[in-house]
């Protein structure tokens, strides 16, 4: 008797992500890792969930508890504290709310929450905490957000975030970008995402012609805080990108312990230029619930961008900002 296969219909990325690490043990096994952390790390995973796709994992260093993008994912001990000034939501997002999924904090501008799913867990996330169950958009009750930004003339640019909100697939993404260009006043189209850094498979042929065949100027912003990050995969789907028409820029996090110097900043700006990806934003660490152990002070992330100006050209040198919860834009350093 032959058996009945039930035919797998999920893509390659869908199908990747199903096989993404979420064990703290398996984790610090696959990286001959201590096993001193695993208790913390179950504990603090409990709190916020690992989760780290396998490619991303591959451009780690065994055996090494410091390397930089082991530490953007692996739960600590340091979680668990509570320092003063530290909030569960550090940027007042949760007042910048107009319609369930749709936030508006600066003029002109609209963010759109589509899911709260992401391919990875960054363990410095401002909204580890953000209930996405009531503020973000599934897809099939986005009408009332879709309605509000086309009622309101005064909006240009949507950015479609999350969670990251390339989780959605191809044929919910192209209903989405159909109806967004169906709004004349909308001119701009920006994307926040780590997928393609974290999840390379992400970018689909069919994703390309999505955003390439869009009455809406497309930008993708990544996030990517160290080289590292950008392995093969990851450069040759930005480069597909690039290719569709997608302007490039790079948001980072300055982050203790994953790029806290003017050198390696420096390389990662020379490294985004490679991939034509715009080195746009260095965020100060937004002070949110367990991840105090991330900060840096302001006097020394102005001490590196100072340093940082004197090792690269202008173009290469990101701007240090900063978000204050209710200000109009986010606050430039140095
Ligand atoms: S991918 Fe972005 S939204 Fe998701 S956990 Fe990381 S920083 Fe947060």
């Known amino acids: 008797m032959t058996e009945n296969k039930i035919p797998d219909t999920r893509q390659a990325w869908q199908q990747e992500l199903s096989t993404a690490i979420t064990r703290p043990e398996e984790l610090i096994s696959i990286l001959d890792l201590d096993r001193g952390l695993l208790p913390a790390a179950r504990v ?32 600590l001990a340091e ?3 509570s320092p003063p000034g ?22 002109g501008r609209a963010l759109l929450l589509l899911t709260g799913a992401c391919a990875i867990h960054c ?17 099939d009750r986005a009408a009332g957000a879709i309605r509000r930004l086309a009622e309101d003339p005064s909006l ?3 950015i479609l975030s999350g969670g990251d909100p390339l989780m959605l697939d191809d044929e919910a993404l192209a209903t989405l970008v159909d109806k ?28 390309c012609r ?11 912003v990544v996030h990517i805080n160290h080289a590292r990050e950008l392995g093969p995969a990851a450069r040759s789907v930005l480069e597909q990108l690039r290719n ?28 985004l230029f490679e991939c034509a990806v715009v080195p746009y934003y260095l965020h100060l660490l937004d002070r949110v619930l367990g991840a105090a152990h991330f900060e840096l002070d302001e006097a020394m992330a102005v001490r590196f961008l100072d340093q940082l100006r004197t090792l690269l050209p202008g173009y290469l040198v990101p701007r240090l900002v900063k978000e204050i919860a209710g200000g109009p834009y986010k606050i430039p350093i140095g």
């Open 44 to 75: 603090a995973a409990r709190r916020f969930g690992l989760l780290v796709p396998r490619g991303y994992v591959a451009l780690m260093t065994p055996s090494d508890p410091q390397d930089p993008l082991l530490r953007q994912v692996l739960p």
């Open 123 to 139: 363990r410095y996330c401002f909204r580890r905490h953000f209930p996405y169950a009531e503020d973000s958009v599934q897809l």
């Open 244 to 271: 569709a028409g997608v302007l490039l820029l790079n948001q980072s996090v300055l982050l203790r312990g994953v790029n806290d110097t003017a050198h390696h900043l420096a390389v990662l700006s020379e490294a």
């Open 79 to 81: 979680e668990l504290r």
């Open 156 to 158: 240009h640019e949507v």
């Open 86 to 107: 530290f909030s569960t939501d550090p940027v007042g997002e949760r007042a910048a709310v107009c319609a369930p999924g749709l936030l508006l904090k600066y003029q």
């Open 180 to 207: 967004l260009g169906a709004i004349p006043h909308l001119r701009r189209l920006r994307l926040h995402t780590r997928l393609p850094i974290v999840l390379p498979s992400r970018v689909t042929e069919r994703l």
């Open 210 to 220: 999505i955003l390439s065949a869009s009455r809406l100027q497309p930008v993708v």
